[in-house]
């Protein structure tokens, strides 16, 4: 399949309901095998556009268009087939509940040979390193695993144009270069247009032809090679929020506590979750004692399928432990039980927060200001009260003018940082971050790590789920690696 030519004429978006248009005034061209690398702010519409160029951003009823966006002549929802979309969130991309199955479902709505889509099947499958079997349950899966599993889906449907949200985001570092590599190749092989949206930008910036970058207020920022745009560009596009090779956004760490009293510890603990069916749950790891201290960050690193997540929400009180034991210091549990997992939802909320890996698992409400106000309404505080809290978080994480905004509505670095102010907002004593830097721009990033900096600093007890090196190189007092 030849490689699928993109245009776009004064094209934007804006879904319904809102008044700010995700883009607009988009003017481009891609020709067909080139491989793009689009850059932006959060919220500058990138993942918007990708799926506009896929054809599934609704109908009227889910927002407006202007202007004119096609794929090799045609509107994208009339060839739908014609190009293989891998979203921010993986979770929302798995259909079916074993492995082989849900690879194969994107081919057999295109009504391939049953022979070749199995073919198809375990060469994508080997080719992004999702190293299961077949029959391997998809609830058994960690979100690096199902990030793999969705873009394995896409390559086997050899799509003529490939688009990629955030592809390596929940992935470790030497899994990112093995996923990059796979889906540079699979690309070349088949001549197929690559456009990848992707916050690790040296990650990517020497495997393309070219880099266009979104405009917060829309149009572009800049479109060229890669070396000419960010040679040209290098402030103008940091001062934007977009990452820049070589150029350094790390924030100012506070003082360190040194002699900080455990919160919570774990205690030759293993840890699991159950696939679907199943009535024991899987060990995902084992062997683990850890501690939680006031004051000092945690960081919770090691390869994908680890159990880093499960380890996160053991220690949060949302998992049993398969075996070993959580305990709460007598001054966290104020007259509870010691095991965090048998305290009730009201009972954690002051005491131990939780942010996912997937910000659409924690979204309750229609509006953004409503999402942060449930933990501070559930406390039984006064509305001046929650205003009082949540005010500053819509403004140090840059929501404000996203207040009344559907929080499923955002983009992903959106979602992620409105989660993390949700968990902020019930002051825990404890507060567990499972990926926190995820979809950020530099600049936002550098606002997330400021503002888990600034709780340890105040007292707080955090632990991070990350594979972002950089943010654990730069706030973690203590390291815990899970797996090999």
Excluded at 92 to 114: H, K, M, P, T, Y
Excluded at 150 to 167: K, Q, R, Y
Aim: with cysteine; proline share 5%.
């Amino acid at each position: 399949m030849t490689g699928a030519r993109v245009d776009a004429r004064g094209w934007g978006w804006r879904h319904a309901g809102r008044r700010r248009w995700a883009v607009s005034g988009l003017d481009l061209v891609i020709h067909p095998g080139e491989r793009v690398l689009l850059l932006g702010a959060s919220g500058a519409g990138k993942s918007t556009l990708l799926r506009g160029l896929a054809g599934v951003l609704g109908d009227t009823e889910d927002g407006e268009s202007a202007g004119g966006l096609r794929m090799d002549g045609e509107a994208p929802a009339r060839v739908r087939g014609r190009a293989g979309l891998v979203l921010q969130d993986p979770d929302s991309q798995v259909v079916l509940a074993r492995v082989g199955d849900d690879i194969a479902f994107g081919c057999e709505n295109l009504g391939i040979d049953r022979e070749e889509i199995w073919r198809r099947v375990d060469a994508a499958r080997d080719a992004v390193g999702l190293r299961v079997p077949r029959d391997h349950p998809t609830t058994a899966l960690s979100g690096g695993q199902k990030q793999r599993l969705a873009l394995a889906g896409a390559l086997a449907m050899g799509p003529g144009l490939l688009l990629l949200d955030e592809p390596t985001a929940n992935l470790d570092p030497a899994g990112a270069v093995e996923v990059r590599d796979a889906m540079v190749a699979a690309a070349t092989g088949a001549g197929a247009t690559l456009v990848v949206v992707e916050h690790r930008v040296e990650l990517w910036a020497e495997h393309v032809d070219r880099v266009i970058v979104l405009a917060a207020d829309g149009g572009l920022l800049a479109d060229g090679a890669p070396s000419a745009v960010f040679d040209a560009h290098a402030r103008t596009l940091t001062d934007a929020g977009v990452w820049v090779p070589g150029v350094s956004v790390a924030a100012a760490v506070r003082t360190r506590w040194a002699d900080a009293p455990e919160l919570l510890t774990a205690r030759s603990l293993a840890v699991g979750r159950r696939g679907f069916g199943e009535r024991i749950p899987r060990v995902a790891a084992s062997g683990i004692d850890v501690a939680l201290r006031a004051g000092r960050t945690l960081a919770v690193t090691g390869p994908n399928g680890a159990g880093k997540s499960t380890l996160a929400m053991t220690l949060a009180g949302l998992r049993e432990p398969v075996a070993g034991t959580v305990a709460a210091s007598a001054g966290l549990r104020a007259g509870l039980r010691p095991a965090p997992h048998r305290w009730r939802s009201r009972d954690l909320l002051t005491r131990i927060g939780m942010v996912f890996q997937e910000p659409e698992h924690q979204l309750l409400a229609t509006r953004v200001r409503d999402e942060l106000a449930i933990g501070p309404r559930a406390l039984g505080l006064s509305e001046a009260q929650i205003a009082e809290r949540i005010d500053p978080l819509l403004d140090r994480l840059r929501l404000a003018r996203l207040a009344d905004a559907n929080p499923f509505t955002l983009s992903g670095g959106e979602k992620r940082r409105l989660t993390v102010a949700a968990a902020i907002a019930t002051e825990p004593a404890v507060l567990l971050l499972d990926e926190p830097t995820y979809g950020q721009d530099a600049r936002t990033w550098r606002e997330l790590a400021d503002l888990i900096d600034a709780l340890r600093a105040a007292g707080t007890a955090v632990g991070i789920v990350s594979h972002d090196p950089d943010l654990v190189d730069l706030l973690a007092d203590d390291r815990v690696r899970v797996g090999a």
